[in-house]
Every structure is written in structure tokens, then in C-alpha cells.
């Protein structure tokens, strides 16, 4: 962690505007972020991926974002106009979403596209864009970069596809990286191979990361610090390695549903929700 | 309950054909629960629609409860076996309601009382009269889940199939899910076959697992080996690694 933090969230809250009145997706979050990886876990519906729009100013025309604070440096991101934005995003932070088959272009071959991400953000000629995406390709351990340049996305597999992603997204150099359940598509074996290559990339360009996923494990082996949210709130903060001894109820109840692989049990432990999870006091 | 001998699943002909599944055999007794595990493209639910009368095959033979199944199935045939698929969002109709479509399967097997059978499907997989007349998009995704077990139990089969039934779901909806599974398992003495990615989740279901790769089973263990890692094939001991924790340990 450095000393002055890479994004300051205070005070963050997003509601939609629904058919009956304004539904709270995201209630009252802070949290800062240096150059680390920083986990996001909560159920669906538990308002994580939101935090992850706001962020970068992507949520439908009928949300409300309020904050008390949402600076990226020095840079306040929920005044910021959509101009400035539109230059935030990509350049110093961009997002990696679920599923490669729905996030990239179907119709433009993958090496134009992150050719076009390169050339967006930085001034370049089209040969030298294209020497840095043949170069990107590599770094995200693809084997034959000048075959893979001329393909189109429903040409390469699942794992390939979100590789594709992860260099379209880094090749502006951004600081931050957000990325929303980025593996939960693939199979195991290719998650895990897609961990250790985001988590070299960004240890190497000094990147700060915001890791948001459902899984538990993934999170606590992946990042430095883990926020547990429920129903828009943050239940606790932990340490990554220490998620195992988590204080908070929700927390534990989460842990404990887990089927095992070393032991066998008879029933699942399930969890019983409390309601003063929705709006009692908050652990620090 | 099961056997599966020697059955080949092809996509295309010619030189564009494609075995998805490549002579597999295996058995799996009454009221046993079954595994298949492997990755994406490895051909598990494939077989799993073989069996389930979805899919043709082009060799080998599937007999259930004793009875060898033709091309063509009977209604007693289908009735016998009944699947519930990964995705709750996908597998029910959202223009009908609960109601709908728990009373279609009824009226296609021409079963009677269906209020009482439709009550006691709701009842049985932890939902109420309330539920009965709401539309899918009008419950939460467990909720959609239960309502597609509850379709498939209240067929009355002897041979429940899930392809991968909580892969869609959260931590603590697939704990219920996976309690409600076995419990109805049990109560009901059914035979339970499995497909799933997830070592952890078959390992709870099933007393045995075959681990499938490119159509080919390469291995069948009892699950008590499983936990203790004691795989024979390299493959399996590549799956049971590459759980995440272990993985980026060493990452780290």
C-alpha cells in the first residue's frame, strides 16, 4: 500500500429508479485502494457489481450515484464530465467483464480490436499499433500472436477470448484494473491460468486491482484485502489470508456452505440470514 | 438401474465427423448416486442427454431399469427418468406460470388429481401454494431451481439426472439446493446421475465419479479415494491441483 491511495471511495451509494420508488443497490460503501489487489465478494443482487460501474461511470440513465468522495488520484470521478471520462476509462482504468463471447466485437478480427483500444488512448500509426498488439498478445501468453491477430472472436476459445480481453484492457497502460468475475465462464484449469497472468501483468506494470466475483476461494487466494458486501453494504474487511478466521456472521455462514473436498458431510450447514444485517451497525 | 455399454455420441459424418462421447460404459445401481466430472467439450452432458432420450446415439446401447431403450421412446419411458438442467432461467418457460408448468408433464403422462400432485411437488421441494401462480421472472433463481426439480419429481421417476443443477447459483443457495437434492435422493430411493465441473459439489452428491476427458472416461473411483487424492490417472490429479487455492499458492 502507498501513501496516497490510487482510488478513495467514501460514503458511495446507487439506487435505481424503479416502478415504485428508488431501489438501493449500494448503500453507504467506503474504501480506498493503493497499488493492491482488493476483492469484492457478496451474492448476487449484492450490489458489488454496481460499485465496479460506478466506478467508471457506466450505470443506466435511471441510477443515482452519491458519494461523498470518488477520487482517482486526484481526479473526482463522480463531477468529472463525460468527456473527461470518456478519457478515464481505458486509459488509467478499464474493466474486464464475465464473458468474452458477449464483450467483444463479433464482427472485427481480435487484433484490430485491440489495436483500436492502443490507438484510442495513445497517439500511434497503425504499423506501430500493430507491433504493440502482436507484443500484447505474447505478454497474455498467446503462442502464435500473427495468427491470432486475424482471427475473429468465435474463432478462439473461452479462455483465449478473455486472454484477447485482458490485452485489449491493458494495453493503454491503465492504473487501475477492474475486473468483474472475469474467470466465472471458464473451466478450472484455465482459471487458474488466467489468475497467475493477470496477477503478473499487474504486479509488473505496479497496477492497483479490483478483483469482483461470487467465489469465496478464488478471492482469498487471489487478493491482499477481501470487502464482504451484503444487500449494498460492506458486512467486513479482512485480510485476504485471514478470510478463514472472518468475524462477521454472513462472513462465516458463507464459508461454512461450501461442500468440501477433503471430508464428507452429512448435510450442508445453511445460512440463516439475519435482518440486522440489512441495517444494523457495521463491523469496523 | 443404469447401463451404459459401449456408447459412441457423433456429431457430422464423413470427414467432419465428430465423437463426442467414445465408447463408455458404465453401470450405476438402484438408488446410487453417480458422478461425471471434466471439462467443458469433454462430452458429459452429452451422455447425460443420451440417456435422457435427448440426444441419438450412433453405437453401444443404454438399457434403464432393466429395459434397453430404443431410438424411440415410449411415454412410460420418459416418464421413468427425468432431467433438471444448469440453468433455471433457461429451462422454464417465462410466459407460463408455476402452475403451468408443473401441470404439463401431468397432462402429457395423462396422471390424475393433479391439484393434489401439483401441491405436494411444491410441498416436497420446500415451496408453498403462494408460489403457485407466479410466472419464473416473479421468483428468485433457487426458487426457479426448485420449481425445475419439483417438475421433474413429480413424474414420480426412478432416475433423477442433473446437469450441473447449482452452477448457476450462489454459495447459499446451491447448500439448500444441493440439502434438497439429497434428501429427496434419499426419501424417494432415486437414482441419482450427475454432471458437473466441480470436484467439491459431485464429491458431496455421489458415492462414485468417473472422470471423463475428450469423450473418453478416463477413470471411476469411489469418492472416499477422491478425498483422500488417491487418483490413478494424471488427469484426474491435474483436476483435483487446479483447485484455485493450490494454484495460486504456488503463484504466490
Same mark, same amino acid.
Given at each position: 500500500?502507498?501513501?496516497?491511495?490510487?482510488?478513495?471511495?467514501?460514503?458511495?451509494?446507487?439506487?435505481?429508479?424503479?416502478?415504485?420508488?428508488?431501489?438501493?443497490?449500494?448503500?453507504?460503501?467506503?474504501?480506498?485502494?493503493?497499488?493492491?489487489?482488493?476483492?469484492?465478494?457478496?451474492?448476487?443482487?449484492?450490489?458489488?457489481?454496481?460499485?465496479?460501474?460506478?466506478?467508471?461511470?457506466?450505470?443506466?440513465?435511471?441510477?443515482?450515484?452519491?458519494?461523498?468522495?470518488?477520487? /482517482?488520484?486526484?481526479?473526482?470521478?463522480?463531477?468529472?464530465?463525460?468527456?473527461?471520462?470518456?478519457?478515464?476509462?481505458?486509459?488509467?482504468?478499464?474493466?474486464?467483464?464475465?464473458?468474452?463471447?458477449?464483450?467483444?466485437?463479433?464482427?472485427?478480427?481480435?487484433?484490430?480490436?485491440?489495436?483500436?483500444?492502443?490507438?484510442?488512448?495513445?497517439?500511434?500509426?497503425?504499423?506501430?499499433?500493430?507491433?504493440?498488439?502482436?507484443?500484447?498478445?505474447?505478454?497474455?501468453?498467446?503462442?502464435?500472436?500473427?495468427?491470432?491477430?486475424?482471427?475473429?472472436?468465435?474463432?478462439?476459445?473461452?479462455?483465449?477470448?478473455?486472454?484477447?480481453?485482458?490485452?485489449?484492457?491493458?494495453?493503454?497502460?491503465?492504473?487501475?484494473?477492474?475486473?468483474?468475475?472475469?474467470?466465472?465462464?471458464?473451466?478450472?484449469?484455465?482459471?487458474?491460468?488466467? /489468475?497467475?497472468?493477470?496477477?503478473? /501483468?499487474?504486479?509488473?506494470?505496479?497496477?492497483?486491482?479490483?478483483?469482483?466475483?461470487?467465489?469465496?476461494?478464488?478471492?482469498?487466494?487471489? =487478493?491482499?484485502?477481501?470487502?464482504?458486501?451484503?444487500?449494498?453494504?460492506?458486512?467486513?474487511? =479482512?485480510?485476504?489470508?485471514?478470510?478463514?478466521?472472518?468475524?462477521?456472521?454472513?462472513?462465516?455462514?458463507?464459508?461454512? =456452505?461450501?461442500?468440501?473436498?477433503?471430508?464428507?458431510?452429512?448435510?450442508?450447514?445453511?445460512?440463516?440470514?439475519?435482518?440486522?444485517? /440489512?441495517?444494523?451497525?457495521?463491523?469496523? | 438401474?443404469?447401463?451404459?455399454?459401449?456408447?459412441?455420441?457423433?456429431?457430422?459424418?464423413?470427414?467432419?465427423?465428430? +465423437?463426442?462421447?467414445?465408447?463408455?460404459?458404465?453401470?450405476?445401481?438402484?438408488?446410487? $448416486?453417480?458422478?461425471?466430472? %471434466?471439462?467443458? %467439450?469433454?462430452?458429459?452432458?452429452?451422455?447425460?442427454?443420451?440417456?435422457?432420450?435427448?440426444? !441419438?446415439?450412433?453405437?453401444?446401447?443404454?438399457? &434403464?431399469?432393466?429395459?434397453?431403450?430404443?431410438?424411440?421412446?415410449?411415454?412410460? +419411458?420418459?416418464?421413468?427418468? #427425468?432431467?433438471?438442467?444448469? !440453468?433455471?432461467?433457461?429451462? &422454464?418457460?417465462?410466459?407460463?406460470?408455476? !402452475?403451468?408448468?408443473?401441470?404439463?408433464?401431468?397432462? *402429457? #403422462?395423462?396422471?390424475?388429481?393433479?391439484?393434489?400432485?401439483?401441491?405436494?411437488?411444491?410441498?416436497?421441494? %420446500?415451496? %408453498?401454494?403462494?408460489?403457485?401462480?407466479?410466472?419464473?421472472?416473479?421468483?428468485?433463481?433457487?426458487?426457479?431451481?426448485?420449481? $425445475? *426439480?419439483?417438475? $421433474?419429481?413429480?413424474?414420480?421417476?426412478?432416475?433423477?439426472?442433473?446437469?450441473?443443477?447449482?452452477?448457476?447459483?450462489?454459495?447459499?443457495? #446451491?447448500?439448500?439446493?444441493?440439502?434438497?437434492?439429497?434428501?429427496?435422493?434419499?426419501?424417494?430411493?432415486?437414482?441419482?446421475?450427475?454432471?458437473?465441473? !466441480?470436484?467439491?459439489?459431485?464429491?458431496?452428491?455421489?458415492?462414485?465419479?468417473?472422470?471423463?476427458?475428450?469423450?473418453?472416461?478416463?477413470?471411476?473411483?469411489?469418492?472416499?479415494?477422491?478425498?483422500?487424492?488417491?487418483?490413478?490417472?494424471?488427469?484426474?490429479?491435474?483436476?483435483? $491441483?487446479?483447485?484455485?487455492?493450490?494454484?495460486?499458492?504456488?503463484?504466490?
Amino acid at each position: 500500500m502507498t501513501e496516497t491511495p490510487l482510488l478513495q471511495v467514501e460514503d458511495l451509494r446507487v439506487s435505481y429508479q424503479g416502478r415504485v420508488g428508488p431501489v438501493p443497490a449500494v448503500r453507504g460503501i467506503s474504501f480506498t485502494l493503493g497499488r493492491e489487489r482488493l476483492g469484492i465478494v457478496g451474492e448476487s443482487g449484492s450490489g458489488k457489481s454496481t460499485i465496479g460501474r460506478a466506478i467508471l461511470g457506466l450505470l443506466p440513465r435511471n441510477a443515482t450515484v452519491a458519494a461523498r468522495r470518488l477520487r /482517482l488520484h486526484d481526479t473526482d470521478l463522480l463531477h468529472a464530465s463525460e468527456r473527461a471520462l470518456r478519457d478515464i476509462r481505458g486509459r488509467r482504468i478499464s474493466m474486464v467483464l464475465q464473458d468474452p463471447k458477449f464483450s467483444l466485437n463479433p464482427v472485427m478480427t481480435v487484433g484490430h480490436q485491440i489495436a483500436e483500444s492502443y490507438r484510442v488512448h495513445r497517439r500511434a500509426s497503425a504499423t506501430e499499433a500493430r507491433r504493440k498488439t502482436l507484443e500484447m498478445l505474447e505478454a497474455v501468453r498467446i503462442d502464435n500472436p500473427e495468427r491470432v491477430y486475424d482471427l475473429y472472436p468465435h474463432e478462439v476459445s473461452g479462455g483465449m477470448g478473455q486472454r484477447v480481453m485482458i490485452a485489449m484492457m491493458l494495453i493503454p497502460e491503465p492504473e487501475l484494473l477492474i475486473a468483474d468475475e472475469p474467470t466465472s465462464a471458464l473451466d478450472v484449469t484455465v482459471q487458474a491460468q488466467l /489468475l497467475v497472468l493477470i496477477n503478473e /501483468l499487474i504486479a509488473r506494470r505496479g497496477m492497483g486491482l479490483i478483483l469482483i466475483s461470487h467465489n469465496l476461494n478464488l478471492v482469498a487466494s487471489f =487478493c491482499d484485502r477481501v470487502v464482504v458486501m451484503y444487500a449494498g453494504r460492506v458486512m467486513e474487511t =479482512c485480510r485476504a489470508a485471514e478470510l478463514d478466521r472472518a468475524q462477521h456472521p454472513y462472513t462465516r455462514g458463507l464459508l461454512a =456452505c461450501r461442500p468440501l473436498i477433503d471430508r464428507a458431510q452429512p448435510e450442508l450447514p445453511q445460512l440463516a440470514r439475519d435482518p440486522s444485517w /440489512l441495517d444494523g451497525p457495521v463491523a469496523a | 438401474m443404469i447401463e451404459i455399454a459401449d456408447v459412441t455420441i457423433s456429431f457430422g459424418s464423413g470427414a467432419h465427423r465428430i +465423437d463426442a462421447v467414445r465408447a463408455v460404459s458404465f453401470k450405476v445401481a438402484q438408488g446410487e $448416486a453417480f458422478g461425471l466430472v %471434466g471439462e467443458s %467439450g469433454c462430452g458429459k452432458s452429452t451422455l447425460l442427454r443420451a440417456i435422457a432420450g435427448l440426444q !441419438d446415439t450412433a453405437s453401444g446401447s443404454i438399457a &434403464l431399469a432393466g429395459q434397453n431403450m430404443g431410438a424411440k421412446r415410449t411415454r412410460a +419411458d420418459r416418464r421413468l427418468v #427425468q432431467m433438471v438442467f444448469q !440453468d433455471p432461467y433457461g429451462s &422454464l418457460n417465462p410466459t407460463h406460470t408455476v !402452475d403451468r408448468i408443473l401441470s404439463e408433464p401431468l397432462a *402429457i #403422462q395423462g396422471l390424475d388429481n393433479v391439484d393434489q400432485r401439483i401441491e405436494q411437488a411444491l410441498g416436497e421441494v %420446500g415451496m %408453498g401454494s403462494q408460489h403457485r401462480f407466479r410466472y419464473p421472472h416473479q421468483i428468485s433463481g433457487g426458487q426457479r431451481q426448485r420449481i $425445475a *426439480i419439483a417438475r $421433474a419429481l413429480i413424474m414420480e421417476p426412478k432416475i433423477l439426472l442433473l446437469d450441473e443443477p447449482t452452477s448457476a447459483l450462489d454459495l447459499s443457495v #446451491q447448500a439448500e439446493i444441493l440439502n434438497l437434492l439429497r434428501r429427496v435422493g434419499r426419501n424417494r430411493g432415486l437414482t441419482m446421475l450427475m454432471v458437473s465441473h !466441480d470436484l467439491p459439489v459431485i464429491a458431496h452428491m455421489c458415492s462414485r465419479i468417473a472422470v471423463m476427458k475428450r469423450g473418453e472416461i478416463v477413470e471411476t473411483l469411489p469418492v472416499d479415494r477422491l478425498r483422500r487424492g488417491e487418483a490413478d490417472h494424471p488427469y484426474t490429479r491435474e483436476l483435483l $491441483a487446479s483447485s484455485l487455492e493450490t494454484t495460486m499458492a504456488k503463484a504466490n
